[in-house]
């Protein structure tokens, strides 16, 4: 039997009011919910060896490769885990995982 939960005050709630493992109030909310703060490493692609194949598009488990018309355009990064699958599959060597940390300084430089 589904719950429905009031949750409009959630971030006044302490840690007593959360089920055990978390609530998930609502589905599909994924969207929502920026989940790739904690990522080690980021997917780079080099789209001169890319042909849009799609393979990392249906391999990546957090649906973090954007399609625009038959064509990879994005790598969502505020939800890639940095698991890397994306770079183990593509067939061309596409994808390189690179460090997180320093890719962040670099971008500060910009
Ligand atoms: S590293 Fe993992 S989560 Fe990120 S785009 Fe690749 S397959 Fe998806
Ligand atoms: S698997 Fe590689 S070649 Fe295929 S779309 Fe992804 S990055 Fe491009």
Not at 38 to 50: H, L
Not at 73 to 93: E, F, S, W, Y
Request: proline share 5%; aromatic share 6%; charged share 35%.
């Amino acid at each position: 039997m589904s719950k429905k939960w009031k949750y409009k005050d959630i971030d006044k709630w302490g840690p007593g009011r959360h089920e055990p493992g978390g609530t998930i109030p609502e589905s599909g909310t994924a969207e929502d919910y920026k989940t790739g703060g904690w990522r080690t490493e980021r997917p780079v692609r080099d789209q001169e060896k890319c042909n849009d194949c799609m393979i990392c598009f249906f391999a990546c488990p957090d649906s973090a490769i954007r399609v625009e018309n038959g064509k990879l355009v994005d790598i969502d990064l505020g939800h890639c885990k940095g698991c890397g699958i994306c770079a183990q599959v593509c067939p061309r060597d596409a994808i390189k995982m690179e460090d997180e940390t320093r890719a962040r300084k670099e971008e500060e430089k910009v």
